[in-house]
């Protein structure tokens, strides 16, 4: 099976230097370490293709066409050592947007080890190369170009950085290991190279299991990016991997062809046998984000693998027949869902969720109501359920303009039932959702936590956002009530 990257950049018809680049790097750039040592680069398919997209540019001015990009591969690929060549190339390369003036380089990384795994490429191949030696010095933490200005240095996320600095170009690893305060050490260096004409950021990274972080979001985004939803024309979105629920990876023969359909370098210098042999030795999730390209959640989903994947499919939510809403309502930090429920005549569950993040430390409250005003106008809604902990106002004022309110407590004696009613469903097929990326995220976040009574779901270990699957518990829950008493004053 060929591999093709599950998410790549829409096709403009635009041209690309990717040819000169891609003869540039074959030219004078050699591999850093491993078996092929001071070799000269043989660039793979894959590579070749995303240096074609990265270069392309606008006919009409000449200005590239992508300003950021991110490249989201499995491990072992070679990614690590292209974002090295990509910034050698636009350290020492002939210029193609326009003088370079004095090109400033920062190649950075979550700690000071995955950084020198790059910069380290990087220098081994200026020290190896027959042409490059003669036109640069290295250094530990430098490469300074002899005949002119011109800098590439090491940055370390871990230490901190400064502002002031006016990066051309910046390699950005492993970026799903810039966490917390590291995040800020990206930000800053992206913003310095606004004051540069045609600057380039490449970022490269393995999928995390986190995506509310900074690779989370760049992930989420480069997939709206890429299927036209936000005009963002100077962001390159290019993903690796396999589509989840696609393959049983107990069996031996989906487990290599998956292998195959989500490593691009499968079959050159990474050895599939190697690959598949690594599924018996680790955990499945962290084997599913190291060698399959999946973003994963940990090994605590409250859900068995694949099921909510298998309940993936048209969820459009029809005007004629009655709908259940749910909110999950909060006052800061965390985000507000608001999750519609409807039985189909086919006996499943369609749902669908609108998820806020706040705006500093607060919620736009008014937006919520809205929509809820808004889907109580458009459908048949029988019910809007709400925590009264957080909405008691807002609900008061809707139960006045006609809306059917009903209170539904978070306690363990309303939320137990319901979330076994909802694991229920769910196992065994009876929902159908539309594969949006927030609501698959906040579904399989959710952990199992113990209670006198049952289980219900809290927040698992990374602490990542469920609101909208605690939402759709709820709405799924009423679904499942009868109609005669689905709308009292209070549920619970």
Known sequence: MACRPLSAPR?????????????????????????????????????????????????????????????????????????????????????????????????????????????????????????????????????????????????????????????????????????????RVHLVLVNGMSKRANSLVVNTTTPGSNLDTMAGRKHLYGYRVNAGEVDDPRFMFVHYGIPDGLYDLTVEEHLVAAVLAANPAAGTFLRTDDVVARFYQIPEFEYRRYHLGQWTRADESWLPPGAWESCAGQADIRPDLPSQVAVDMALKHDSVAVVVAQQRPDGRVAVQARVWDPAGDTIDVHAVENHLRQLHRDLRVDTVAYDPAYFQRSAEVLLDEGLPMAEFSQGASSMVPACQD????????????????????????AAVRETDTGWRLSKGRSRRKIDACIAMVMALFLSQVPAEVAAPPNLW
């Open 422 to 445: 909802a694991y229920r469903l769910i196992c065994e097929g009876l929902v159908v959702h539309g594969d949006d990326p927030v609501l698959t995220d906040h579904v399989l976040s």
């Open 11 to 183: 096709n403009l018809g635009w041209p690309s230097h990717g040819r000169i680049v891609c003869g540039w790097i074959q030219a004078h750039c050699v591999y850093g370490e491993g078996d092929y040592f001071g070799q000269p680069v043989r660039l793979q398919r894959w590579q070749k293709q995303i240096i074609y997209w990265l270069y392309e540019y606008n006919p009409a001015t000449g200005e590239r066409r992508f300003r950021e990009a991110l490249i989201e591969v499995p491990k072992g690929q070679g990614k690590t050592p292209l974002n090295g060549w990509i910034q050698l190339f636009e350290l020492l390369g002939p210029p193609l947007f326009g003088p370079k003036g004095s090109p400033l380089i920062p190649v950075a990384a979550a700690s000071f080890e995955q950084a020198d795994l790059l910069f380290g490429d990087m220098k081994h191949c200026c020290r190896e190369s027959p042409t490059l030696r003669h036109h640069v010095d290295t250094y530990d933490t430098e490469i300074l170009v002899r005949s002119g200005p011109g800098r590439s240095y090491r940055v370390a996320a871990v230490a901190g950085t400064n502002d002031g600095q006016r990066p051309s170009s910046m390699g950005a690893d492993e970026i799903h290991e810039w966490l917390g305060p590291k995040e």
